[in-house]
């Protein structure tokens, strides 16, 4: 679905789903290919799930973010990792918290070295938190400003923003798509207190 804001001539795909080449992806598209400004535009979307690219534009958009690399074999990393694929066909990670698991989980993220993967450090103390974003807003009181900051940098009216938290940081480590089929009631109202939209 594309929705129209009456008080802007910007689109908004709330598709929530923008993995290349589906639907979400080609709403923007089509958008983009008819003349409109919409968020996100395809090279964002592009950004934003390529988890380098999302660390390097976060950085750049001042977010915190964890320190990473980009390789392809099991080679001079040192667990606690967590492991990203670098190819627009792949989703999922990998946390590898020992030596004895970098080999077997590195050459599942690579499929077998045939693409790269992004690894990221894991700090000593840690949890993960996985926050929703609608239209940078979340129901999570702790994480208001960091979702707020996310939107402005990325674009993406509804997204999953997987972060790991430490005792004096949240540090955001991937993107990844929220159906707006998924949003739960309270998350729907926070669409509906924006306003008038249209189709």
């Known amino acids: 679905m594309l929705g129209l804001r009456e008080s802007e001539q910007l689109w908004f795909n709330l598709h929530g789903d923008y993995t290349y080449m589906t639907e979400g992806y080609y709403l923007s598209l089509d958008a983009e290919v008819a003349g409109r400004k919409v968020y996100p535009s395809t090279r964002e979307i592009m950004d934003a799930y390529t988890a380098p690219l999302a660390a390097e534009k976060a950085k750049l958009g001042g977010i915190p973010v964890l320190e990473g690399r980009i390789i392809n074999f099991p080679h001079d990393v040192k667990p606690p990792l967590i492991a990203y694929p670098v190819n627009p066909f792949s989703t999922g990670y990998e946390i590898i918290e020992n030596k004895e698991e970098v080999e077997t989980k590195v050459k599942r993220i690579t499929m077998s070295g045939k693409f790269a993967a992004h690894v990221q450090q894991l700090p000593s103390n840690f ?15 702790e994480y208001r400003d960091f979702v707020k900051r996310a939107f402005e940098v990325f674009h993406l009216p509804l997204m999953k923003i997987k972060t790991v ?35």
């Open 127 to 141: 949890r993960i938190d996985t926050v929703r974003c609608i239209m940078g807003r979340t129901l999570v009181k």
């Open 165 to 199: 938290v430490t005792p004096a940081s949240y540090l955001l480590s991937s993107i990844e798509p929220l159906l707006q089929e998924d949003l739960t009631l309270n998350e729907k109202r926070i669409l509906e207190g924006m306003g008038v939209w249209r189709e």
